[in-house]
């Protein structure tokens, strides 16, 4: 077992004083326009704070794995995992589902820790392909797998919502590591499953 601290990724941000941060948010709201001595936003600038620091808050756990005498080349796919993270152009959400699939050698991690993976690398500020790339690297480190194929597809806010307004769309990215690289079938199998098991 081990705990998620991970080489490769940046530490979670040191925690900073709320109070510090909730005056400024303050007077960033009013520098935008808005008024601040109103008792409506009187409360707003530190629950603004707050909702920041738990979506770029990275939520730590205890990576259970165990021994295991897998079939050689069996695929584990953990599809549909919903994940929520932070532009870090805008400091906007991007939501979207994850799927991951891996080919283990001798250590398979318990399922619900797939999506504790996701969670991990999704709370902070990102952009998609750096956290796909994350997810497939605490894979490969924390568990030597022969292969690990991470797939992901999310909304971002800051272009559905704003901006170009192109509602609707969706971006897709993969990190593909081992065999689930360099082996043609191996990743056709992943795709398939991916993409449109039951
Ligand atoms: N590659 C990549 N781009 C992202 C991601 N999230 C946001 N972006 C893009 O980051 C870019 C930032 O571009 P800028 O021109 O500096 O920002 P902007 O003026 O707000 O641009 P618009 O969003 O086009 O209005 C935009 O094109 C966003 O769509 C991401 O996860 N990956
Ligand atoms: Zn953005």
Known sequence: MSVSTM????????????????DLAARLLAALG????????????G?????????????????TD????????????????????????HVLPFTGIAHIG???RKRILGLSKVARVVH???????????LTGQIADWM????DPAGVAVLLSAEHTCMTLRGVGA?????TTSSLRGVLLDDPAARAEFMSLAVSAP
């Open 47 to 63: 629950r603004m704070v707050r909702a920041l620091k738990e979506m770029t808050t990275p939520p730590t756990f205890t990576a």
């Open 7 to 22: 080489t490769s990724l940046p530490a979670a941000p040191a925690p900073a004083p709320l109070d510090e941060a909730a």
């Open 120 to 130: 991990h690398c999704a709370r902070r500020l990102q952009v998609q392909e750096r």
């Open 102 to 104: 891996y080919v283990p």
């Open 167 to 171: 509602t609707g769309s969706r971006t």
């Open 66 to 89: 165990f021994e295991t005498t897998a079939e050689p080349g069996q695929l584990v796919l953990v599809r549909d995992i919903r994940f929520v993270s932070m532009c870090e152009h």
């Open 140 to 143: 490969v480190e924390h568990l």
């Open 34 to 45: 808005f008024d601040l001595t109103s008792s409506e936003l009187a409360a707003t600038p």
